[in-house]
């Protein structure tokens, strides 16, 4: 499947679902695929797909295109909202690659790996807008063999926390998160005068501008 270069396509929501016949499949976005811009299209449906993959084994996504969830609209009633609703999810898939895309502007989550077998997602690059909430780059949920490089996750971040611990990354005790960096960020709690924290477990790498909760398991460039 290929998405032509200079083209945008409206996609409704979709779950394919598996296992197919093919060992390999590859979709190429080197155009632009775009999210209906209202709710109400998700009404009598899963509000928590776009486009989703269930059971499909061999699923490369690759090209220079752009995925674009169109999430204002969702913004505005986030907290009533499942905290997984991404732009792209992979529910009980095996050797997935995900490859130079760019993902903007998912209703929440952007990347979803939920029940996965050997995933690389190498040299993508995610961005929401500082006020939008829970719009995490990529969740990963009891998966295994995971391999993430050169991602570039919502730079120059300024928000609010629900809870005490804004920024939390909690990497495999066996398999250490390396080379991270973030750039401008800036979150306060959400209820008036708490404090809140950053926590790491076995991750590392560096940061740059103001890290606001510093994140004392990174260094400073």
């Known amino acids: 499947m290929v998405v032509p270069e200079g083209k945008t396509f409206l996609v409704y929501p979709n779950m394919f679902n598996g296992p197919c016949k093919p060992s390999s499949i590859t979709i190429t976005v080197a155009g632009t695929i775009i999210a209906p811009d209202t709710t109400d299209k ?3 449906i899963d509000a928590s797909l776009w486009i989703g993959f269930n059971n499909v084994n061999g699923v490369t996504v690759n090209g220079n295109g752009n995925f674009n969830g169109r999430g204002l609209n969702w913004w505005n009633q986030s907290c009533a909202l499942s905290h997984y609703k991404p732009a792209l999810k992979f529910l009980g898939c095996q050797d997935i690659r995900i490859d130079n895309v760019k993902f903007q502007d998912s209703p929440q989550t952007h990347i979803l790996l939920m029940g996965c077998q050997r ?4 040299n993508v690059y995610i961005n929401s807008p500082g006020f939008s909430p829970n719009t995490d780059g990529i969740h990963i949920h009891e998966s295994q063999h995971i ?3 050169k991602a570039v996750i919502e730079s120059d971040l300024t928000g609010t926390s629900a809870t005490p611990v804004a920024i939390k990354l909690n990497c495999s005790n066996t398999v250490s998160c390396d080379g991270l960096t973030f750039d401008t960020i800036q979150i306060s709690s959400a209820s008036k005068g708490q404090k809140v924290t950053a926590a790491c477990n076995h991750a590392s790498g560096k940061t740059d501008g103001t890290i606001d909760p510093p994140l ?3 260094s400073h460039a």
Do not use: A, E, P, R
């Open 147 to 149: 391999y993430i490089d």
């Open 216 to 218: 004392s398991c990174l």
């Open 119 to 122: 995933v690389n997602i190498t």
């Open 42 to 44: 998700w009404k009598g």
